[in-house]
């Protein structure tokens, strides 16, 4: 029987977790000052989806990232 391995050596895990969290709070933030400074009429409802859904994902994947490299494997 096979053991499970990781497809990602576990040395790239905290440089993962800090790029990954660090993409997603630049499109978090970027995702609080659009809602911020564009008037209610201009808005567009698809860029503010877009936006917060990528953002999750970075967010997501990055948490996961800094659990992998803190030893938590889950």
Known sequence: MAS???PL???WY??????TV???LM???SF???????STRSRSLAK???????????LGFGS????LASGVYV
């Open 48 to 58: 503010e989806l877009t936006t917060a859904a990528v953002a999750s994902v970075f």
């Open 64 to 67: 996961l990232f800094v659990l």
């Open 27 to 29: 499109l978090t933030a």
């Open 14 to 19: 905290p440089a993962l977790a800090v790029l």
């Open 4 to 6: 499970i391995s990781s």
């Open 22 to 24: 660090a993409v997603g």
């Open 32 to 38: 609080f000052i659009y809602e911020a400074t564009i």
């Open 9 to 11: 050596p576990v040395a």
